[in-house]
């Protein structure tokens, strides 16, 4: 009996190229790690970034898994889905590392709205927003996995600010005084 199990292509390939306990074939014929590079990235143009948040989370012990149901790119928890709830809704964001400014051909269009939401939504799991920034160079070449030499990550926890959470920490060190007329 051959079972199936269904993975993302981000941890396909890691397993291929980050571990190499893993085999992908194409007519019964073994894909090399070059050819599956190929592969992935024609499919998918922003795969080489992806590929990076998932290698870069991967190696920090986190388990990295879709985020599609709650609008994210991954989800990160800190063992295994199956004993863990997520900590972390990861959205990426591939930045020019020489002027800083996000690539708008590479990056999904959010609104201040739709980060609101975004957070309501999370924050009501649970989980907190991390933005991964994908520094890439103007000149990087995706064309073989030798650009993730080249490809650096910076994180970023979004949290909402309470007021009423601040004032009441406020409160135990100050004191105010008023005086009438």
């Given at each position: 009996?051959?079972?199936?199990?269904?993975?993302?292509p981000e941890?396909?390939?890691?397993?291929?190229?980050?571990?190499?306990?893993?085999?992908?074939?194409?007519?019964?014929?073994?894909?090399?790690?070059?050819?599956?590079?190929?592969?992935?990235?024609?499919?998918?143009?922003?795969?080489?970034?992806?590929?990076?948040?998932?290698?870069?989370?991967?190696?920090?012990?986190?388990?990295?898994?879709?985020?599609?149901?709650?609008?994210?790119?991954?989800?990160?928890?800190?063992?295994?889905?199956?004993?863990f709830h997520?900590?972390?809704?990861?959205?990426?964001?591939?930045?020019?590392?020489?002027?800083?400014?996000?690539?708008?051909?590479?990056?999904?269009?959010?609104?201040?709205?739709?980060?609101?939401?975004?957070?309501?939504?999370?924050?009501?799991?649970?989980?907190?927003?991390?933005?991964?920034?994908?520094?890439?160079?103007?000149?990087?070449?995706?064309?073989?996995?030798?650009?993730?030499?080249?490809?650096?990550?910076?994180?970023?926890?979004?949290?909402?600010?309470?007021?009423?959470?601040?004032?009441?920490?406020?409160?135990?060190h100050f004191?105010?005084?008023?005086?009438?007329?």
């Open positions: 009996m051959t079972e199936k199990y269904v993975i993302f941890e396909a390939f890691f397993l291929v190229y980050g571990i190499g306990c893993l085999t992908v074939k194409q007519d019964q014929e073994e894909l090399s790690t070059s050819a599956l590079w190929s592969k992935m990235c024609q499919s998918d143009p922003n795969f080489p970034f992806r590929y990076a948040v998932y290698h870069h989370f991967r190696s920090k012990g986190w388990v990295p898994r879709s985020g599609l149901k709650y609008g994210a790119d991954f989800l990160l928890y800190r063992r295994s889905p199956a004993l997520a900590s972390y809704a990861v959205m990426l964001q591939v930045v020019n590392k020489e002027s800083l400014e996000p690539s708008p051909s590479k990056n999904r269009e959010l609104t201040w709205s739709d980060l609101a939401a975004m957070d309501r939504v999370i924050n009501h799991v649970a989980k907190e927003v991390m933005f991964c920034h994908v520094l890439v160079p103007s000149t990087l070449d995706t064309s073989t996995s030798d650009c993730l030499r080249s490809i650096q990550m910076q994180e970023m926890v979004m949290t909402r600010w309470v007021s009423s959470r601040e004032r009441e920490g406020a409160e135990k004191v105010h005084e008023f005086e009438f007329p």
